[in-house]
C-alpha cells in the first residue's frame, strides 16, 4: 500500500496523537504551524472526497473522523 503526505495544523497533529489514531503514521514534530503525517491511499482519498464534500478543511476532516469537535 502506498503512503500519501498530509499537512495539518499542528493543533490537529497533538490532538491526533492523544486520540491515537491508529491509520495515521507520525512524523517528528517540527518547528511551526503546520505538521506531516502519512495515510495510506485509501485513507488519503476519503479524507480529501469527505473535506471536498463538505466545505471544510482537512483539520476539520480529521478532529470529526477520531471523533473530536
Known amino acids: ?3 500519501q503526505s498530509l499537512e495539518i495544523s499542528t493543533e490537529v ?3 491526533l496523537q492523544q ?3 491508529g491509520y495515521v503514521s507520525w512524523s517528528d514534530e517540527k518547528p511551526g504551524p503546520t505538521q ?3 495515510v495510506g491511499d485509501d485513507v488519503y ?3 480529501i472526497d469527505r473535506a471536498i464534500a463538505n ?3 482537512l483539520d476539520q476532516i480529521l478532529l470529526e473522523t477520531c471523533g473530536g469537535n
Open 36 to 38: 506531516r503525517i502519512l
Open 1 to 3: 500500500m502506498h503512503q
Open 19 to 21: 486520540r491515537g489514531a
Open 45 to 47: 482519498n476519503e479524507l
Open 13 to 15: 497533529f497533538h490532538a
Open 55 to 57: 466545505r471544510k478543511t
